[in-house]
């Protein structure tokens, strides 16, 4: 009946709800058999009614389609709430004004489901493109474009959902109807490839993914005009297959494509250039370049924060990432924090039955396991694998990770059929959907041939060894970290037959490549990261050493190699320090210079936050904390990157104990002491040692184990505990103080120096790097068999590793004159420091930042601490002063009382050749950080107080108010920490004296020396430093240093040999007694020369 009105009412009617009600009363009268006069009569009033109406039916009509345009631009810039709205307001128009079976209703219902998919609501996405799709295969019929593109968009919902077996079938069928219908050239036929191939993909048919792709790419690549955004996104995923198919090299390169691509069409900050840089990280991890991949991942989680959100998929995606990198660098803690953030959206978003959260519960479970929370390690990954399984079948890559990971706690659990079970499984998958030459493939042979090797089955175990270091010197070359994995493995399998020097090549090479690696990798690293990265091949550095002492006849090429690896390891993040600091302090680039300038403001308001202390408010410290800390380690990683005449230091690496030798003087020795761990054939099972490496001219290298670590420090902790109590004694020493010391120092000479002792009899010159709670010993105090004490023999100097002797050769332009502080006034109020600032000279400006309180409670022990005046160390500085312009060495500029501030430091130390602090130190021991106020407690590395460099520090005038007052007036609070000392710049700077009590002491890095001031003026580019071990009196220390600076012309190990004989003689002179505790504080370390 409709088609007998003119078009525009039949249009009307199609859309009317009024018509509709009417043409159906018309249709009942004309079934009962009216006359046609009646129907016509009808028709004209129908007529009359629609041209009244008409004005307000294409109001309404054109209301609805103005939402879904307006929402289809929320969706663009992802204001998906708004959209939504949007599009179910026009839907209840569109309800109200269209029939339901119409095609512009069913483009209602299709938007919609495109909104809520993009929202990821899943469930009532699906509902409404299928009333989309039938309504449009109703009207449409099943052969049409619009169709197609119902179909297609349900199977990138069902691919979302993780129904990858159906979303492909939906997917196949919307391709074949566009090969039907279109242009083979057709855009839409293109997307159609590309999305077959990402669910191929999900599904690990990476194949047919690859085979999609490039067909895809075919089609785009023909495509008119310049930059093309499709086709950078199906580089993108082609790339994404290339990668698990291990072409990476193949894959970067695509990556770097895309980058391009996108950064021209887009700009630097768009969400694409995001993705890509995220898969750029991947791609850098898996070749092993580990900092390249974690600026990657920084920078694409950064835009990404900014486009989706705190709570989106894409953003946990490379919290994901992120996490798996810092645990591929032992930095578990940190991986453990991002992963579970990741695990709490991806279960928010998508539920916990899913393969996405499945697949990220695996990646904790391993970390749980690398952390020996074996119990968390199992639950998570059983729930992985039953989740994976169940949902994506047994054969999918996800299903290998599981049983990977799985079988790598069963076997440290010695649950060794199990992990064999799990590994068999794995590599069956892997032969299904891999080529024959893979990563995965590698990975689970190395591991197997372990499992073989515990259950005693070696012959199996040496064949699997073979092929995984085949496949993986064919994937990677020859220098990547699993081929040294491998080369472990080797190791392990030589020892446990029985052939030990052939275990030994093998742990040597391991070690090379993974040291290599790190001195690669570290370069970009803050020295926080670098320290943990370290571990990766300080284990294996272990295990060489391990196998070196199990050598049947250790031969001098075995010493020099095992030298060599320990010289070079040793003290290694330091240098990356230390090149990074010179290399700035010779840098023209502004922005280097501004980087560094920030950083060292960063590292001034980090050290006062923690002097502040925790106070009543937890949370809001802990955020500041985090967020400073943070902001340091990425300055010092952006420095290290920026700085490019630090990273062409190559000869400077070159260490090797045959340059070592050649520049000591025919007179020295140098004695390199290590804590190491000696590993034993189960993997939980250690024994920790020290060992000693004596370095001499003309002579091979000598290797000594000197026994258990836990024996060697009980007694060293007894030694530090008596020269501590015998020097806050009120009195002078007795016999009976200087029996008990012989008795602690006998048998202390007997565990680390008798051994050495031999070897450097015909030496005066020693050059001693200590290890571990070595650092806390004087050597100079040390008594030999012959009853004297080793500084009557010997001039003794103090380095942080043996490898300092190679960076002496370069030196920058000296600092002139010296600059003094003592007998601050601890007491000395705000306004006198002001009016001593003020008066005062001028001196360099250096920018601070201040922050806003008024009072300072200190942390717990610091807040306590209230200072006595020191006088004798006016004296002190009196004297010194006088005995440099005796010698007429510079000018001298020395500050006193109220003037001896932390401003008057900070300004005036640098660019002198000399500083002298005669001031109270301290060292808290980490007391500081170990729990907020109000029963909080929190992770240890969540604190700034992990930095040690926190811990120790010196005082100045004022600091018994604790800051109360600095703020307002612009000035610092008197309490200078170590951390605010490493931020400072003193390249030019020949020598610092800490003439206070134990600056010398700090938390001990074994392979990295004392974290403590010493360390940090050395991190600011003083050359040498001079720090006590235990309190010394103004008094002693007065004595000390006043005639210091006559001594040689400045060669200072021998001025203190001096000094401290000197004050022997003395002693012995007016029979009194020659403890170490009146002389020996004092250490010398740095520049030997």
Known sequence: MVAIFPGPIKKFCQKSVLSRLFIRSLLRICLRGIMLTIITTLATILIITLTALWAGSSESDSKWAELI????????????????????????????????????????????????????????????????????ENVLGREHPVVAQTIFDLARLHNLKGN?????????????????????????????????????????????????????????????????????????????????????????????????????????????????????????????????????????????????????????????????????????????????????????????????????????????????????????????????????????????????????????????????????????????????????????????????????????????IDTSLNMRISLFGQGHTTVADCYETYSDYFNNIGEVDSAFVYAGRACDIKMSNFDDNALYMSEKDALIFSRLYKNSMHKLLTRYFELNVPNDAAAKSVADIILCGKGQVSDRIFERRRAIAKEDDPDIKNIAKTLQITKFDLSRLFVDGIGQDAISYQWKTDSLMSLADSLESELSRRSASYRRQKDYRDIRSERVAERLPDNAALIEFLAYTKMASEPTTFDSRYLAVIIRVDHEPVIIDLGRAAEIDAVVEKYRQHMFTTAMQSRQCLQSDLDAYRIICAELVEKI??????????????????????????????????????????????????????????????????????????????????????????????????????????????????????????????????SWEKFGLGPVSFHMGEKATEDCFKKKAPGNEIIHLATHGYFLDGVCASEPQGGISLQENEWAGENPLLQSGLFFAGANLHGQGADSAGIDDGILTAYEVSALDLDGTKIVVLSACETGLGRIHEGEGVYGLRRAFQMAGARTVVSALWPVSDRLTSELFSSFYERNGFQISRAMREVQLKKLKELRSTNKIDHPADWAAFVVMGDWQ
């Open 753 to 882: 120096w008798k051994p050495v002792s031999i070897y450097i009899s015909d030496y005066d010159l020693l050059l001693i790097a200590p290890d571990g709670k070595l650092n806390n010993i004087s050597f100079a105090g040390l008594i030999d068999d012959s009853g004297r004490y080793l500084i009557e023999k010997y001039i003794i100097h103090y380095l942080s590793a043996g490898r300092d002797i190679l960076r002496q050769v370069a030196k920058s332009e000296t600092g002139e004159g010296l600059f003094a502080i003592g007998d601050p006034d601890y007491d000395a109020s705000v306004n006198a420091r002001v009016t001593a600032r003020k008066n005062g000279p001028a001196g360099p400006s250096i920018p601070f930042a201040y922050g806003s309180k008024s009072m300072r409670s200190g942390c717990g022990a610091l807040n306590e601490i209230m200072l006595d005046p020191l006088p004798g160390t006016r004296q002190e500085l009196i004297m010194i002063a006088a």
């Open 69 to 136: 345009r307006s929402a289809d631009s929320l969706l663009e810039v992802r204001s998906l709430d708004s959209a939504i709205v949007l599009g179910r307001k026009a839907l209840m128009l569109a309800e109200l004004q269209l029939p339901e079976n119409d095609t512009a209703f069913a483009g209602v219902l299709f938007k919609l489901g495109l909104y809520l998919r993009a929202d990821t609501n899943f469930g009532e996405s699906e509902i409404y493109l299928n009333r989309a799709l039938g309504i449009r």
């Open 164 to 464: 990858h077996s159906y979303s492909e079938q939906l997917h196949r069928q919307a391709l074949a109807m566009r090969l039907r219908l279109l242009d083979p050239e057709d855009p839409a036929i293109a997307e159609s490839y590309n999305f077959l191939a990402l669910v191929c993909r999900n599904q690990n048919k990476l194949f047919e993914a690859e085979e999609y792709y490039n067909k895809s790419i075919e089609i785009r690549e023909k495509s008119p005009g310049g930059l093309d955004p499709d086709l950078a996104g199906t580089l993108l995923e082609l790339g994404v297959v290339l990668g698990r198919q291990g072409r990476l090299e193949e894959a970067r390169q695509i990556y770097l494509r895309c980058l391009g691509i996108y950064s021209d069409l887009y700009g630097p900050d768009d969400i694409r250039v995001g993705r890509c840089l995220s898969n750029l990280g991947t791609i850098s991890c898996s070749q092993g370049d580990y900092a390249a991949a974690e600026e990657y991942f920084r920078q694409s989680l950064k835009i990404k924060r900014i486009h989706r959100g705190e709570r989106h998929p894409d953003v946990a995606l490379n919290l994901w990432f992120l996490g798996e990198l810092y645990c591929n660098t032992n930095n578990f803690g940190r991986a453990e924090e991002l992963l579970t953030q990741a695990l709490d959206i991806y279960i928010e978003v998508f539920g916990e039955n899913h393969p996405v959260p499945a697949q990220l519960m695996n990646a904790l479970g391993l970390v749980y396991h690398k952390m020996g929370k074996f119990e968390k390690a199992e639950k998570y990954l059983l729930q992985s694998h039953e989740i994976t399984a169940d949902l994506l079948g047994e054969d999918h890559l996800n299903v290998i990770t599981c049983c990977l990971d799985l079988s790598l706690v069963y076997r440290d659990a010695h649950k060794y059929f199990k992990a064999d079970s799990l590994l068999a499984k794995a590599l069956g998958i892997c032969e299904k959907i891999y080529p024959s030459c893979h990563p995965m493939t590698a990975e689970i042979l190395n591991n197997l041939a372990l499992v073989y090797l515990k259950e005693g089955f070696y012959d199996r175990s040496r064949m699997l």
